[in-house]
């Protein structure tokens, strides 16, 4: 199993930047596709990005897309989940999470991953 830990969340006004980074240890971080999902207070963990082992695949939440850009560096075993144009509504905790893969189509569920981190807390001030 993947050990993973979210860093780089803060407060930020709106239309401001942050850059979450994970940090993975453990089981060789490149064999797995990577995601991040948040969760707000009293709702859902949801689905934001994902992107493929080799990056070849790269999925966003609607809400999202344009806005934030996932990445990996898979010689660092780090990710990343850059996040421009910040809005209030992405006031949430972010989770980075690693799966065996990515389904071809449809966005990815909680269910497609076996690891998690702890979170880091976002919070868009209007």
């Known amino acids: 199993q993947v050990q993973l830990v979210e860093s780089g969340g803060g407060l930020v006004q709106a239309g401001g930047s942050l850059r979450l980074s994970c940090a993975a240890s453990g089981r060789t971080f490149s064999s797995y596709a990577m995601g991040w999902f948040r969760q707000a207070p009293g709702k859902e963990r949801e689905f934001v990005a994902a992107i493929r082992w080799d990056a070849g695949r790269i999925v966003y939440v609607d809400s999202v897309k344009g806005r934030f850009t996932i990445s990996r560096d898979n010689a660092k075993n780090t990710g990343y989940l850059q996040m421009n144009s910040l809005k209030p509504e992405d006031t949430a905790v972010y989770y980075c999470?690693?799966?065996?893969?990515?389904?071809?189509?449809?966005?990815?569920?909680?269910?497609?991953?076996?690891?998690w981190g702890q979170g880091t807390q976002v919070t868009v001030s209007s």
């Open positions: 999470a690693t799966g065996p893969g990515l389904r071809l189509v449809g966005l990815p569920t909680k269910a497609d991953f076996n690891s």
